[in-house]
């Protein structure tokens, strides 16, 4: 079983979502979707600035095996980008919820956040699936 | 879902925590970890595949070789004389198209050894059969053999280490010949780029020579690593780079077609000799990505002034740290071209396959 953390809230299309003491929220890909993938050889991110709609594909992470893509967990505007991925994206599979984060946005209505699945969710997701 | 064929090795992928998946009907490993660590550990120094899903098939029989001088676009008459000797070619249809690409083994006057695709195992097993019976040759498909591929510059040493008074034999082959030592069938072989083994042994004996083999410093290596590594060689898959639509000509496997003696009349001599005379309009190419991104089968290919083709296998190169692919492109001269990436073209340089031999990049 991977590593779900408790504190952490998540989307069904395994982005991991984390409150920041700023408002602003930042995003990453679970430890069990990079497992899914493999090793990360690229990374593309949103430019700082774009609004983004909730569930709108963002950016894209490329392991050897095949390009995935990323969703915005909710409606916002990115506010930066985890730029360290394009030189060593495979952070990405060493520290999935830390270094390996991929951008931040300042959601439109924090509100919306509630609505994300919890830990407990998650891994209802991800037995389902498997 | 249905269970798919498993080799004698499955178990020992499981307890060696592969990650399975189906390849052709076969639950193979796909990596163990780490697909680039294990591309690496074949590039630097020796890794293992478990290739036994390839389908081994003898031939025997007085007219053996006039069967595959007839059945073959490459000729088999080039390894008369050289026991043992491989020899790389397509099997072809009457339009040209490619049905397979095997390599036989040239293994004495009445018997070669025949490793074609476990994709295509059906329908090569019916075409040989299909063709057999006039020259009265007996195609023995040998399910009883498992296979282990040995590749990287120390593989060679490893394996002798295994072998022990078995290896006497293996260790004067030349590259691309193969011998038998004992229950082994041990052949200078492989689909890496890197020097190495093709081992052919009974199944029930596989699984103590892959523990073995681990035992000596040799890494298990997953399916993944042999794309990667078959990639960066230069090396086409079938299915992919080429099919039954596409014939050597534009599959970059002009090489491999015996165009002398004029009078062998092969299955698809004369279709190829139409595409010959008229030129053929497309040809496979090695494209290096030189923007950031990852090139992957079935992009969109853009060369100014000739036209448009695609990409037929594409990857990240471990060994080069860069995106490569190979490309069915309009004929004529041409350095660079664009690909389509999810609506952004990207520049690639194009050149001429391999991009890595013996651990080393080629393309510069």
Redesign the interface.
């Known amino acids: 079983m991977s590593n779900v953390p408790d504190e952490l809230k998540y989307t069904r299309s395994h982005e991991w979502v984390r409150r920041e003491a700023d408002g602003t929220i930042t995003v990453g890909i679970t430890e069990h979707a990079q497992e899914l993938l493999g090793d990360m050889v690229f990374v593309e991110l949103p430019e700082g600035g774009r609004a983004l709609t909730a569930e709108e594909d963002c950016a894209v992470v490329e392991s050897v095996k095949a390009a995935s893509d990323i969703y915005a967990p909710v409606d916002g505007e990115v506010t930066e980008v985890n730029s360290a991925l394009e030189e060593s994206p495979e952070i990405v599979n060493q520290d999935p919820y830390g270094d390996g984060w991929l951008f931040r946005m300042r959601p439109a209505d924090e509100a919306e956040l509630d609505g994300l699945l919890d830990a407990a969710g998650y891994n209802a997701v991800v037995a389902e699936e498997a | 879902m249905d269970v798919g064929n498993r080799t004698p090795l499955y178990e020992a992928h499981l307890a060696q925590g592969a990650k399975m998946a189906d390849f052709s009907g076969w639950e193979m490993p ?2 163990y970890g ?3 660590e294990e591309h690496h550990q074949v590039r630097r120094d020796a890794g293992m595949f478990d290739v036994s899903h390839m389908c081994v098939v003898d031939l025997l029989g007085a007219k053996s070789r006039d069967f595959l001088r007839y059945l073959l676009a490459n000729d088999v008459a080039k390894i008369d004389d050289q026991p043992g000797k491989a020899l790389y070619s397509c099997m072809l249809n009457k339009r040209g198209g490619v049905i397979d690409d095997l390599i036989i083994y040239h293994m004495s006057s009445v018997w070669y050894r025949l490793v074609v695709n476990a994709g295509t195992r059906e329908k090569d097993i019916a075409w040989l059969a299909r063709h057999a019976a006039s020259f009265g040759i007996e195609v023995e498909v040998r399910t009883d053999l498992a296979m282990i591929a040995v590749q990287g510059p120390s593989a060679r040493d490893k394996v002798h280490r295994v072998l022990g008074a078995r290896a006497d034999a293996a260790a004067v082959l030349e590259r691309f010949y193969a011998t038998e030592s004992g229950p082994l069938f041990i052949a200078r072989t492989g689909y890496t780029g890197e020097d190495g083994y093709e081992i052919m042994l009974p199944e029930d004996e596989a699984e103590d020579y892959w523990y073995a083999l681990r035992e000596a410093g040799v890494s298990p290596c997953g399916l ?1 690593a042999r794309d ?1 590594l078959r990639l960066e060689a230069g090396m086409n898959l079938y299915g992919q780079d080429m099919s039954e639509e596409t014939s050597p000509l534009t599959s970059g496997l002009g090489w491999t077609i015996a165009w002398q003696p004029e009078d062998r009349r092969f299955v698809g001599r004369e279709a190829l000799e139409a595409e010959r005379e008229a030129g053929p309009l497309q040809h496979l190419v090695g494209l290096v990505l030189e923007d ?3 090139l ?1 089968a079935h992009q969109k290919v853009i060369v100014d002034g000739l036209g448009e083709g695609e990409t037929t296998s594409g ?2 190169a ?1 060994t080069l740290g860069k ?1 490569i692919a190979l490309a069915r492109i309009p004929v004529g001269e041409a350095t660079h071209c664009s690909v389509e990436i ?1 609506n952004k073209r990207l520049r690639a340089r194009i050149v001429k396959p391999p991009f890595v031999r013996n651990g080393k990049s080629v393309i510069d």
């Open positions: 796909i990596h780490s697909q680039i993944g990667t950031k991104g990852v992957r990857s990240f471990p995106a999810r």
